[in-house]
Nanobody
Framework: QVQLVESGGGLVQAGGSLRLSCAASGRSFSSYALGWFRQAPGKEREFVAAISRSGGSTNYADSVKGRFTSSRENAKNTVYLQMNSLKPEDTAVYYC????????????????????WGQGTQVTVSS
């Protein structure tokens, strides 16, 4: 089992950058595939990014491709989401999620695949 805690959210102007972190407690962090999702008010939770347990494979939603980058430091039990060129439509609560896997390169874009979730961190982008 793993507990996830996101941080790094806040208020930023359009065009700015933020880096979200998701720290995990528990053992075997490197055995988890990880994902980032977001939910804006009145909207369903949507996929943002995913990263494999090795960190060698990533996948991004089309809406963030080229602007967001996910990375992980298994030695620090932490996954990151670097968000650049932020837009007002990026405003949402951002969640990280984890799923234990065997395959080192698998990534998942569906929220239903993930077993563990953080509490979320608010990102607000002003125009």
């Amino acid at each position: 089992q793993v507990q996830l805690v996101e941080s790094g959210g806040g208020l930023v102007q359009a065009g700015g950058s933020l880096r979200l972190s998701c720290a995990a407690s528990g053992r075997s962090f490197s055995s988890y595939a990880l994902g980032w999702f977001r939910q804006a008010p009145g909207k369903e939770r949507e996929f943002v990014a995913a990263i494999s347990r090795s960190g060698g494979s990533t996948n991004y939603a089309d809406s963030v491709k080229g602007r967001f980058t996910s990375s992980r430091e298994n030695a620090k039990n932490t996954v990151y989401l670097q968000m650049n060129s932020l837009k007002p439509e990026d405003t949402a609560v951002y969640y990280c999620a984890a799923k234990p896997v065997i395959n080192y390169s698998v990534v998942y874009g569906s929220s239903e695949r993930y077993d563990y979730w953080g509490q979320g961190t608010q990102v607000t982008v002003s125009s």
